[in-house]
């Protein structure tokens, strides 16, 4: 069984560029979650999206936004990128279902540079 | 505000003897409670977990401890090996799919 992919593995970007995240969760899983992680800050939760709708959001500005498809793979957008959003943005899938355990597969994390 | 905490950036430990990672959390709602490691250039794996209605589970050489009166948790390995040495992330989570991790504790095993 294929893990979470996500694409690109490194990107460099300059400050006010926008940039896409693609992740493609574990076949079967529908629920896809995105967290950034950055030193000193331990993983930040970003969003969660179940059935193509957006179910839980962190405490992100407006510019980090994301989308789900119906084949549940996930998209992550980032717009007027800052310097600080340099950092490993990491997806991660579950089966989430009603009876939650909190067990997330996580892929190998896209990591940002923001010149 | 930091929900989840763990106060020890690292820890080393001889191969052979007892890890004894921790955690301490603040709000006393949380259903259940995780142990993810991280090793460079990989995404965090799930390692164990514990319902809010347990004090403690083992799975093999690792045992999660659960202390909700202190709110405080704790990842216990025995024998630490080599290849344990890693990042370890403690999570939290509720009624959602969300989970609030901690900062991580990175694990150094000295052969």
């Known amino acids: 069984k294929a893990g979470v992919t996500q694409t690109p593995r490194y990107l460099i970007k300059t400050r006010g560029q926008q940039v896409t995240l693609s992740c493609s969760p574990i076949?079967?899983?529908?629920?896809v979650s995105w967290y950034q992680q950055t030193p000193g800050q331990g993983l930040q939760f970003l969003f969660e999206?179940?059935?193509?709708?957006?179910?839980n959001k962190g405490n992100f500005p407006g510019r980090f936004s994301g989308r789900q498809f119906s084949n549940s793979r996930s998209e992550m957008n980032v717009s007027t990128l800052e310097l600080g959003d340099s950092a490993l943005y990491l997806c991660?899938?579950?089966?989430?279902?009603?009876?939650?355990?909190?067990?997330?597969?996580f892929g190998e994390g896209s990591r940002l540079t923001v010149l | 505000d930091q929900q989840v905490k763990q106060n020890s950036p690292s820890l080393s430990v001889q191969e052979g003897r007892i890890s004894i990672l921790n955690c301490d959390y603040t709000?006393?709602?949380?259903?259940?409670f995780l142990w993810y490691k991280k090793y460079p250039a990989e995404g965090p794996t799930f390692l164990i977990s514990?319902?809010?209605?347990?004090d403690k589970n083992e799975d093999g050489r690792f045992t999660v401890f659960l202390n909700k009166s202190a709110k405080h948790l704790s990842l216990h390995i025995v024998p630490s090996q080599p290849g344990d040495s890693a990042v370890y992330f403690c999570?939290?989570?509720?009624?959602?799919?969300?989970?609030?991790f901690g900062t991580g504790t990175l694990l150094a095993v000295q052969p």
């Open positions: 991660a899938s579950s089966l989430a279902t009603t009876s939650n355990t909190g067990e997330l597969f």
């Open positions: 076949s079967g899983h529908r629920s």
């Open positions: 999206y179940f059935s193509e709708t957006q179910r």
């Open positions: 709000n006393s709602m949380f259903d259940y």
């Open positions: 514990i319902s809010s209605i347990k």
């Open positions: 999570a939290v989570g509720g009624a959602t799919n969300k989970l609030i």
